[in-house]
């Protein structure tokens, strides 16, 4: 509910009041707050209090009081390829590489066009801020159509700038990815919801030269490089079979485990490389519910957490998922960690909060800007409704969100302290034009 409301003469005036029955600021620690209320100035959080206190200390222009949601980050996802909507389907129950030679790659050729990616991107940009998510991390061909389609919508993107030996409708060779690339990040760097990072589709797909290279210029340009990694036990043999070692161990050469890598997938590591990632702090994006799908086997997320590392959660794309689902994704993480450590209470519902909002933004480069509700970020903030007979009684809203509720309870959606969706309707992009366009490339696919 929004409103002006009556506040003392002497009370501060500010853009935005949230109250909520709980408030999870996820830091200094991931924890209910009980009838709290987040204040919201010039797009950023300037207290979160309780509502007593905020009601008589704050005068907003706009207020919002949710008697039964919970107020949490906006949710990150760390790796995703938002224009694959548009394959959600299109080659299911696949092992990776036969889904990739046989299929994606062929249909990409065929049909990736600047048009394409609008479409595609779009679609994907309902689907997230539907479901909560308000930052993402990209990797796909025409980046600027997806930085495009985000601005628009307001949402928060990393755009991948992606670099593959071979030829693609956007580029020819890893050189002419270089260099649009550069000029991608050249066109975006001052944009306040843009940001960009290199993207080297995988070990396997792009050449020792064009790697350093890409080292050198995410050193200068000081971007994170995100790329997948340790994907499949194809990989690691065929990386064997071609360098003689293993993909980590020929990046460790290459000098390109460090902070600034988002490795995405993480599914075959050994001992050494658990204890690699931890000496390099690189940044892990598990796709839980992708690598399930591709059986491509498990990334021990909990080992990695133990070893200090940071992990981050990521959908991968819908044509692998098959959906964008954060909250899914949550449920999917922890009880995956369960089922392989033996242990209950690994990868606890607080762990998978953290790895959907702070961990996230780590991963990414933004955890000064976004990811928990502090003083002096910037308001990226969802609603979700937990009063409803699915989530009911709710003992610890924390547990709820993560192992009851399901996306559809986002009821309301903030970036930068601008409200995208109210009450579940999306106030900056045509969900119905989106699905109308995703429908017109399926009929094109089709035929």
Request: hydrophobic share 45%; net charge negative; aromatic share 6%.
């Amino acid at each position: 509910m929004a409103g002006g409301g009556r506040r003392p003469s002497s009370a501060m005036q500010i853009d935005t009041l949230i109250s909520a029955r709980w408030v999870i600021p996820v830091e200094p620690e991931v924890r209910a707050l009980d009838h709290h209320s987040v204040a919201i100035d010039a797009g950023r959080i300037i207290e979160v209090l309780p509502t007593e206190a905020a009601t008589a200390k704050y005068r907003p222009r706009e207020l919002h009081e949710f008697r039964g949601h919970a107020l949490l980050p906006g949710l990150v996802n760390a790796h995703t390829h938002a224009a694959m909507t548009l394959f959600r389907g299109l080659a299911d129950d696949l092992p990776l590489m036969e889904w990739l030679n046989a299929h994606i790659w062929p249909a990409e050729m065929k049909w990736t066009s600047p048009r394409f990616v609008t479409d595609g991107s779009a679609l994907a940009a309902v689907e997230m801020l539907r479901g909560g998510t308000t930052c993402f991390g990209d990797m796909y061909f025409f980046p600027d159509q997806t930085a495009e389609v985000a601005a628009a919508a307001g949402m928060r993107a990393v755009i991948g700038l992606v670099v593959i030996d071979f030829a693609t409708a956007w580029a020819k060779d890893a050189q002419e990815y270089l260099h649009k690339g550069l000029e991608v990040h050249d066109r975006w760097k001052q944009h306040p919801l843009i940001r960009t990072a290199f993207a080297p589709h995988s070990p396997y797909t792009v050449s020792d030269d064009a790697l350093r290279r890409i080292g050198t210029y995410a050193e200068e340009l000081d971007i994170p490089i995100q790329l997948h990694l340790h994907e499949s036990e194809t990989e690691i043999d065929q990386s064997i079979d071609l360098h003689g070692k293993r993909p980590m161990q020929r990046l460790e050469e290459l000098g390109l485990l460090s902070q600034r890598l988002i490795a995405v997938h993480m599914t075959q590591l050994d001992p050494d490389e658990i204890a690699l990632a931890a000496k390099y702090r690189i940044n892990v994006a598990h796709c839980p519910e992708s690598n399930l799908k591709l059986a491509n086997g498990f990334c021990p997320a909990q080992e990695l957490l133990n070893s200090s590392v940071n992990v981050a959660l990521g959908t991968d794309g819908a044509a692998s998922n098959n959906d964008l689902d954060m909250l899914s994704e949550m449920r999917t993480a922890a009880l995956l960690a369960k089922g392989i450590t033996g242990d209950p209470r690994s990868l606890s519902a607080r762990s998978a909060i953290a790895m959907a909002t702070i961990r996230g933004a780590r991963a990414l480069g933004l955890d000064q800007v976004i990811g928990s509700l502090v003083p002096g970020k910037e308001a990226d903030l969802i609603a979700v409704d937990l009063d409803r007979p699915e989530t009911t009684p709710v003992y610890d809203p924390i547990a709820q969100i993560v192992y009851s509720a399901d996306r559809s309870q986002v009821t309301d959606v903030w970036v930068a302290g601008r409200q995208l969706m109210a009450n579940r309707e999306l106030l900056t992009i045509d969900a119905e034009a989106a699905a109308a366009g995703g429908r017109e490339w399926a009929e094109k696919l089709r035929r």
